[in-house]
């Protein structure tokens, strides 16, 4: 899997699905869509200043709330590479599985890392590199069998595939 | 090693004696649910699958509840693909405008979920069926998707925190109040990954009603579930509801729980969690003066009977204060009918306040009833995060039919005691 390269947008604690994709817009599933609202309740700057490959990074809980799927959908569509957090979320952390949204756990990282540093996520490893400061973390690897769906990117190829 | 309620129940379905916490399994599903929001979704998901059709017409639920009657074309045209796609596969259980309700109310009522079951929902507030004895929890579209096509579905097995609930409530705390009370206490992610399981003497007071509300709000505390223990309540609703079998399981003596608390139902007050987590509870004492501008009774939480009666009870004779913009949601057209037969609807209407077809709509600031800027409501649903309700700069508080009632006379924050 390619590793994730990109400045970051830190956010806090419990980042709810309401503010990733506000309900109002969620009469729509189209990914390029739901993209120019992400986040917009919490970070109106985001989708103006977000860049393909860029990394988000939150504390405890990110994606809580909602299941709906729209959530991981809006972020990926908006370029963001990868989510880390210190936790996340089940069901956001199923959703981001099943669409092929590369997140990781890791609460040293979550904390130390600033918005705007340029940071480095290599998934084989799970290792996590600040090249602002020079800090690397270990995050947490998946277990196999979500590795698995990863590498078919995403649970429909997996199903398809089995 | 002993075994948790749900672990039993996983482990059933996975067909193995016995599973523990952190295992990955593969478990087979009683029903798969969706709703007009996350269906599209799933259905799109699905038809790139290599499968043929869905695995089972009568296991899955499509519940079209959250923008219906449609509120605008793109709603509209989603309502539209459901439609077609429940007609093409001959789903049973589709639930249009006329049969429609709040899908967490619905099932249940229509006894499509009973004790002993898996149920999977692309919906996270899922949990509610774990009322009944049920292992039920929310996924997102895609595991919808897997899951009409496969009848199957990945889990973690999950460890579990135990609630042991004594005491007999006060005559104004309900289900809500308890659940708040304990989202309160551990947080909004003090369940995270866990199943939350309730147990204890103080359950025979509870309603059937009141252990849906709780079970409904273990996701607000991150819970991956919540579950109660089958007794003659929870029989006596499913012989009613239901003509499906239903299989009991209790937690071994030995079972292991990552914590345990245990909470004296007769020490509890009216609870409001405060702007913007279900985690910022006061009790009804703490509220100080907050003056509001809706209130909203109603959705998955507190839609039933039981929370129809309560508040008719308290707002009868008298009328809604000024200003104040009162919105009563029946959950299920059963529901509505029945508040009307017993003049509960006479009585909101006659207090000044409407009433309407059942819909999730305000719950998530969908319609009928979106706030505008610096406005506040007093909901009995299920989140108040930013702008969860309308605009980023509103604020919901969470409450009891009891408290949201009381409040809609005072036009403020108030306890039933503060009018009755």
């Known amino acids: ?162 | 090693m002993g075994m948790t309620m749900t672990q039993k129940i996983l482990a059933a379905h996975a067909g193995l004696p016995s599973v523990s916490a952190g295992q990955l399994i593969e478990a087979d599903l009683d029903l798969v649910l969706g709703n007009d929001i996350t269906s599209p979704v799933a259905i799109h998901e699905i038809e790139k699958m290599k499968v043929d059709g869905v695995f089972h017409k009568d296991k899955i639920a499509l519940v079209m509840d959250h923008f219906v009657p449609n509120k605008d074309i793109k709603s509209a045209q989603h309502c539209k693909c459901v439609r077609e796609f429940a007609c093409k596969h001959e789903i049973s259980n589709y639930f249009d405008v006329g049969e429609m309700g709040i899908e967490h109310a619905l099932l249940p009522e229509k006894g499509l979920t009973v004790a002993g079951d898996v149920i999977i929902g692309a919906d996270s507030h899922t949990c509610t069926y774990g009322a009944l004895g049920a292992f039920s929890t929310g996924v997102g579209s895609t595991d919808m998707a897997a899951g009409m096509a496969t009848g199957k579905a990945w889990f973690k097995v999950p460890s579990a925190i135990k609630f042991n609930l004594v005491g007999k409530p006060a005559k104004w705390v309900s289900g809500k109040d308890v659940i708040l009370h304990i989202i309160g206490m551990i947080g909004v992610d003090g369940a995270l990954y866990k199943s939350m399981e309730f147990v204890g003497d103080g359950i025979q007071y509870l309603s059937m009603d009141d252990r849906l509300t709780i079970a409904n709000m273990a996701i607000e505390a991150g819970g991956k579930n919540g579950i109660f223990p089958v007794d003659d309540v929870t029989r006596a609703y499913m012989k009613e509801h239901s003509t499906r079998e239903f299989v009991e399981y209790t937690a071994d003596e030995d079972a292991v729980y990552d914590e345990e608390y245990t909470i004296d139902l007769s020490t509890l007050r009216p609870t409001v969690a405060f702007p913007h987590l279900p985690e910022n509870t006061r009790t009804i004492d703490e509220v100080g003066d907050v003056k509001i501008d809706q209130v909203v009774i109603g959705s998955c939480t507190n839609g039933r009977m039981d929370d129809l009666r309560i508040s008719a009870s308290i707002m009868k004779g008298k009328k809604v204060a000024k200003g104040v913009r009162v919105i009563v949601i029946p959950a299920t057209q059963k529901i509505y009918l029945d508040a009307m037969e017993e003049g509960l609807i006479r009585t909101f209407i006659e207090a000044g306040a409407i009433v309407s077809t059942p819909t999730c709509g305000p719950c998530l600031g969908g319609y009928m009833g979106v706030m505008a800027e610096g406005e506040r409501c007093v909901s009995t649903t299920n989140r108040n995060f930013v702008g969860r309700m309308g605009h980023v700069e509103s604020e919901v508080y969470l409450a009891s039919p009891a408290v949201a009632a009381a409040s809609a006379i005072t036009g403020k924050i108030s306890g039933p005691e503060e009018v009755m």
């Not at chain 1, 309900?23 to 599933?29: E, F, T």
């Not at chain 1, 977000?50 to 504390?59: L, Q, S």
């Not at chain 1, 880390?84 to 997140?103: K, S, W």
């Not at chain 1, 799970?126 to 995403?154: S, V």
Request: with cysteine; aromatic share 8%.
């Open chain 1, 1 to 162: 899997m390619k590793a994730a390269h990109g400045r970051v947008f830190k956010y806090g604690d419990n980042v709810d699905t309401d503010v990733i994709i506000p309900a109002r817009y969620l009469n729509s599933s189209d990914p390029k869509e739901l993209a120019t609202h992400c986040m917009e309740d919490i970070d109106k700057d985001f989708v103006k200043n977000v860049t393909e490959g860029d990394i988000m990074v939150a504390n405890k809980n990110f994606g809580c709330g909602s299941s709906r799927e729209h959530a991981p959908i809006s972020i990926k569509a908006s370029g963001i590479s990868c989510v880390i957090a210190e936790t996340f979320a089940r069901i956001f952390y199923r959703n981001a599985i099943n669409i092929g949204l590369p997140i990781i756990e890791c609460p040293e990282a979550a904390v130390a890392i600033n918005a705007g540093d340029e940071v480095e996520v290599d998934f084989d490893s799970g290792i996590i590199t600040d090249i602002t400061t020079g800090q690397k973390f270990q995050g947490q690897a998946f277990p196999p069998f979500m590795q698995k769906i990863i590498d078919c990117e995403g649970l429909v190829n997996y199903i398809n595939q089995k």
